[in-house]
């Protein structure tokens, strides 16, 4: 991913519903991508990763889908929770450095 | 799992001082830490890559005299922002990856700046 600067796009969905937060990578390349969740004055935590020789890669409540077609990540989140309200960051791995998406802010209405 | 410790989390200073920011590796040792810096409701903007015994690699558009990085060792980083500003202030956040330059990456808790 790239961060272009802009401002956080937004996802509010109820509690137990599903959640899928996207992104969109620009280099064909990057090998390693990871899903990343940032609460409110914290840094980022690692949710769950997948390389780009796999499609899918599931996690407790949580799978990542990749499409190196389209070059775009999906993460899925099951049976959202008040405590799944947060930021989400995709990265890719370009070369050795990690560059990460614009984000989206999750909001869990309970 | 592992952790990495960032320091201060929370600094308030007058414009024109130094502030230090350090980043720790408790139960790794990293050769390669990530500084990056967040504006509030936005993504985080890789500002350098620090590497351990050598100069830190800039993303363009960072003042490599205003960002001052040194990897003295392979369990700490420090990013000192020099002569602050208030344009300055912002969330900076390091990472280390666990293997290498390319592993899982860890983050510290972030630091919040804030140059009155």
């Known amino acids: 991913g790239e961060s272009v600067g802009l401002h956080l796009p937004t996802l509010s969905v109820q509690e137990g519903d599903n959640s899928i937060i996207n992104c969109a990578y620009s280099?064909?390349?990057?090998?390693?991508f990871i899903w990343y969740k940032q609460e409110s004055g914290k840094g980022p935590q690692f949710i769950i990763d997948i390389r780009s020789n796999m499609d899918k890669r599931q996690g407790q409540r949580v799978t990542v889908l990749l499409n190196k077609t389209v070059k775009h990540l999906s993460l899925q989140i099951a049976a959202t929770q008040p405590g799944d309200s947060a930021v989400y960051f995709c990265a890719d791995l370009t070369g050795n450095q990690f560059y990460f998406g614009t984000g989206t802010s999750l909001t869990v209405i309970p | 799992g592992a952790v990495v410790s960032q320091h201060p989390s929370r600094v308030i200073c007058k414009s024109g001082t130094s502030v230090k920011i350090e980043c720790r590796s408790l139960d790794f040792q990293a050769t390669t830490m990530f500084w990056y810096r967040q504006f509030p409701k936005q993504s985080l903007m890789l500002m350098a890559t620090s590497n351990e015994g050598s100069k830190a690699t800039y993303e363009q558009g960072v003042e490599k005299d205003k960002f001052l990085i040194n990897h003295a060792s392979l369990t700490l980083s420090t990013l000192t922002v020099t002569s602050a500003h208030p344009e300055d202030s912002s969330f900076y956040i390091c990472s280390a990856p666990l293997q290498g330059a390319t592993g899982e990456l860890f983050f510290g808790e972030g630091s919040r700046l804030t140059v009155l």
């Open positions: 280099n064909s390349a990057s090998d390693y």
